[in-house]
């Protein structure tokens, strides 16, 4: 039993971290929240991802994971994405992570397998 607790909460820890999705927003309602994440998609299709360091009229500026701070025109963007938790993400993947393990442990039960 101590082998399925542990395997769960490194499977909860995986799942969690997609329990995000991305939000279209426009430029101009982009707010100094230093604490959110932005997706940037320019107009050739280069994807750049970063937390929020300053915007001003014509250029946002994002802090990438590698520590580097990226100028960004407004001219170049195509869409702007904040990321956002999705509690109805959450709520399925927890549901149907509860149901998934609970056949298991009903399937080695029915075959006589031993959880100890």
Known sequence: MKKLLVFSLIFFSFLFQSCSSYKSIDYDNV???????FRVVMLDNMKIK?????KDEQNIYLATWDGKTLKIPKEGIDKLKV????????GGYIGMTSLGLYGIYLFLDGIGASMY
Not at 50 to 54: A, E, M, T
Not at 83 to 90: D, G, I, R
């Open 31 to 37: 707010r100094a929240d230093k604490e959110k994440k």
């Open 83 to 90: 990321k956002k938790f999705s509690y109805l993400k959450t």
């Open 50 to 54: 970063g937390r929020l360091v300053k």
